[in-house]
């Protein structure tokens, strides 16, 4: 993933600012918000429309362009042993690295947005939601179902709190 601000060149300055390439190749469903004074970047292998689903790698910066810190993927299932360079949820090779995690997602979910809820103390609540595809029971891909979890945060010791691992939920309260 990569991160470009235009907007200097969109003002007249001609810069194109980069936070260059960020984690793994052959990732897709970026979701990227800013809690307290973090910005989290959340993506994982592509799915593509997968019924497998795909993992969420977490990555942290104090600004939007980085430099970003990989910190954990929430999204595999427990006891997946990840190689270096590989998320979970798609095989595939990019160079000569092989990855082979087809079907260790927790949730089956491919990652397609954070969503930001306001609390009455002026905090918020994340909101994590995939789409699980391919589990329309009628096989129509707009019936098919999603997978939602509200993001829990612990700090890791370094100054930045972290969402802790994805465990399956039945259902979710939402406060709003």
């Not at 052959?26 to 990227?32: C, D, G, I, S």
């Not at 970047?41 to 592509?46: I, R, Y």
């Not at 095989?91 to 809820?117: E, M, P, R």
């Not at 589990?135 to 019936?143: E, F, L, T």
């Amino acid at each position: 993933m990569c991160i470009r601000d235009r907007s200097a060149a969109a003002h007249g300055s001609g810069a194109n600012v980069s936070s260059g390439v960020i984690g793994n190749q052959f990732v897709e469903a970026p979701a990227m918000f800013k809690r307290d004074k973090v910005y989290y970047a959340l993506f994982d292998n592509c799915c593509c429309f997968c019924g497998h689903g795909s993992g969420i790698g977490v990555y942290t910066a104090h600004h939007p362009l980085g430099p970003y810190t990989y910190h954990n993927n929430i999204g595999c299932a427990p006891g997946t042993n990840l190689t270096a360079g590989c998320g979970c949820g798609m095989d595939h090779s990019v160079g000569s690295l092989t990855c082979a995690f087809y079907g260790d997602s927790l949730t089956k979910a491919q990652q397609n947005f954070v969503i930001q809820i306001p609390q009455p103390d002026g905090s918020r609540q994340f909101v994590w939601t995939g789409d699980r595809w391919e589990s329309a029971p009628d096989g129509v891909k707009a019936h098919d179902l999603q997978y939602w979890s509200v993001l829990e945060f612990v700090p890791n010791g370094a100054g930045i709190d972290l969402p802790v691992q994805f465990t399956w939920e039945d259902e979710i309260t939402i406060n709003v």
